[in-house]
C-alpha cells in the first residue's frame, strides 16, 4: 500500500510542515526525514483523526524502524501510521523536530 494521504502539522514557531501518511507496516525507504508516529482512526463521517505518539528525525528512514527503541510505547499506543517529511539536511531535521515537539509532546518522547 503507498501513501494513504497527507497531513499537516504545525510547529509552535507557527510554521506548517506537510507530511506524508503511509500505514505503519510500508516498506520504508532509505532517506532522511523528520517522522510522527500516530494513531489514525476513521470515523462515521468518513474523516479522519491522528493521535500523536512519537516525533522523530532520522538520517535513514527504514534502518530507524528496524528495530525503533520506541517500539514498546508504539504498541502500547497502538500506532497504526508514519507520517513522513522528506528533508536532507541534518540541521533543517533537528530543527523541525524541536518545533513539533515544543508544540505537542507526543507520550512516547518522553517530554
Known sequence: ???????????????????????????????????FVTHRTIKADSSVDHILIFVGETPNLAKEFVKHSKSDCFDKETANCICVYWEDHTDTRINIKEDLLNHYHPPCNDF
Not at 509552535?12 to 500505514?23: E, L, Q, R, W
Open 1 to 35: 500500500m503507498a501513501k494513504i494521504g497527507t497531513l499537516d502539522f504545525t510547529g509552535i514557531s507557527g510554521h506548517i510542515y506537510t507530511f506524508n501518511v503511509y500505514p505503519m507496516n510500508y516498506q520504508l525507504p532509505d532517506k532522511e526525514a523528520v517522522y
